[in-house]
């Protein structure tokens, strides 16, 4: 698959995740961001300037990006992608029974 270089933001979920700022990523489509939704921030572009990461900029967990990191799994930054996201997955799940369990226990004392 071709590779393009694609410049990450420094303190951006995925900069983080890849440890560097410049990585290389596959390209197999032309389909391209023009304008981002409220609440998102570029966390990547790639040579030619086109988005190739995104996130949200307030707490929930949001990530996207524009390649496909399942075609470099022999890379450890593009593996930390899947890890991470399991990780957020699972914290959430945990928040939402731990709220569940929280609103069921506050309705036995009311009743």
Known sequence: LPLQRVQLVQDSRIGRLMHDTRIGANRIHSQAIKRLGRNLRVTGLDDDLFVQAIENTGQQWLMGIQWHPEYLLYHAGHRRIFSH???????RKLERL??????????????
């Open 98 to 111: 731990h709220r569940q369990r929280s609103a069921t226990a506050e309705q036995g004392e009311e009743s």
């Open 85 to 91: 996201f399991v990780h957020a997955a699972r914290a």
